[in-house]
């Protein structure tokens, strides 16, 4: 299946000193690795010492050994472009290799267009940024082991990606002042995403699908906004906020975001407090809950505005005797939903079968919102739930597929469509696309046209 993001050019100048490579792994001076000299080999720990730097240019390739690790006391600077990604690859598939630990306190290092596969990550003190990375675990991690973890530094964690096999977990940031993940996708990984006593971070425009456990964990966080994800299919909770063992997540905005098919939809638990306002919430046991799941630390408590709630399986909110939910100008086609201007409607979605969760004409959520919200982008009173109904005129859309050659593999669509958040699933026939790798999608909108790469991943 495919799974589409647009992604910006990148484009940067290098200067630089080319300088010979000792045989010995553990380096003095700047290292350059390029495709020329590819595949580099890395059989035992590879050393970059402080104050160094190694620079990996576009089309490289890794291959690294069993347990081997990659350790930089200096700096890392990976240069992918969207033609020729870096590739860190594992000598056996399914075994993987170590890890690439970065300790070097307060500096920098980025991973632009690249792919990790079968490998972890750790930072400790530095500031991360990761734009197009994509991360492919099939190896067999324990359950605790994240993918990549941030600790006591800062990331951006930007149109990249983690895809995982049921083991370990995802992107882990503790104490990272600030975590900002945007136009990410994350699939088959347990705890998709977990800030520990992180501080005013974001976590938006992203994918979550197929998530074994939650998707979304918020342990002893602060000034946190979860807006404009799309949430599908986790097996435990959607967004968990707040954890017995870290403590409570408070001043946390939850906005415009779609939640479906889930055990939980949004939980505030154990102390923990926010504001949920424009989510679409859809086919969860539970929509939203508050609870003490641990004796002594108190209950959750929670406002919601603006919000759908629909085809829920238990119930829509669930709240003990030491929580609280007052919800307002929210919308539920199980019940009246206690509380100030609720609506007990069909919300009228364009057509839930697909996954069509935009607001028909004659959807009773459109300019019933608080009429003190901010208004929609279309200048009218804010709508219920996280996709508002704009009329504004139609656009003609062509999503088409190539493989690298420039092979047209598929033409996806090619129609006139209203404007709205609209989305689109493909699984590809044997016969047209024969096996995994990178290929690269073109969308135009009327005049417009954007080019980005997609991965595909055949199922098992």
């Keep these: 299946m495919f799974f589409v993001f647009i992604k910006y050019n990148y484009f940067r100048k290098l200067i630089f000193i080319m300088l010979l490579i000792a045989s010995s792994q553990a380096f003095c001076g700047s290292i350059i690795f390029n495709k020329a000299n590819s595949p580099y080999i890395i059989d035992s720990n590879l050393v970059i010492n402080s104050g160094d730097t190694l620079i990996i240019m576009e089309g490289t390739v890794l291959m690294i050994d069993t347990a081997v690790d990659i350790n930089i006391f200096g700096h890392i600077f990976v240069y992918g472009t969207v033609d020729e990604a870096v590739s860190f690859l594992p000598m056996i598939d399914s075994v993987g290799w170590g890890k690439i630990q970065i300790d070097n306190y307060g500096s920098n290092s980025e991973f632009n267009y690249a792919l990790i596969k079968d490998g972890t990550f750790y930072s400790k003190n530095v500031n991360m940024t990761f734009f197009n990375v994509d991360f492919i675990n099939t190896q067999d991690l324990l359950w605790s082991t994240p993918i990549i973890e941030i600790k006591s530094g800062s990331v951006n964690f930007l149109y990249s990606s983690i895809t995982g096999s049921n083991k370990g977990e995802g992107l882990l940031v503790n104490n990272g002042i600030p975590a900002i993940i945007n136009n990410c996708y994350f699939t088959t990984i347990p705890d998709a995403v977990e800030f520990i006593n992180s501080i005013n971070g974001r976590i938006s425009n992203s994918i979550f699908e ?25 097996s435990d909770r959607a967004m968990e906020i707040g954890n017995e063992t870290f403590g409570n997540s408070v001043n946390i905005k939850i906005k415009r975001n779609l939640i479906a098919y889930c055990h939980e939809g949004i939980i505030f638990k154990d102390g923990s407090s926010g504001k949920i306002i424009n989510n679409t919430l859809y086919g969860n046991d539970i929509g939203i809950r508050c609870a003490e799941l641990v004796s002594g630390y108190g209950g959750g408590s929670v406002i919601v505005e603006n919000t759908i709630i629909s085809n829920s399986i238990d119930c829509d909110i669930s709240a003990d005797s030491l929580s609280e939910i007052l919800i307002s100008y929210s919308l539920s086609d199980n019940s009246l939903l206690p509380g100030d201007s609720n609506i007990f409607d069909d919300p009228q979605f364009v057509d839930p079968a697909v996954n069509d969760f935009n607001l028909r004409s004659i959807s009773p959520c459109i300019d019933k919102g608080n009429p003190g919200s901010p208004i929609d982008p279309d200048s009218t009173i804010a709508d219920i739930g996280a996709y508002y109904y704009d009329i504004e005129k139609e656009s003609k859309v062509k999503i088409d597929i190539y493989d690298l050659s420039g092979k047209l593999i598929k033409n996806l669509i090619n129609k006139t469509q209203s404007k709205a958040h609209n989305s689109i699933k493909w699984k590809p026939k044997n016969s047209q696309i024969h096996k995994a790798g990178i290929y690269f999608c073109r969308i135009s909108v009327d005049e417009i046209t954007q080019g980005f790469k997609i991965i595909y991943l055949p199922s098992q």
């Design 210 to 234: 197929n998530i074994p456990d939650d998707a979304i964990d918020l342990n002893f966080s602060r000034n946190i906004l979860i807006d404009s994800n799309i949430i599908f299919n986790a």
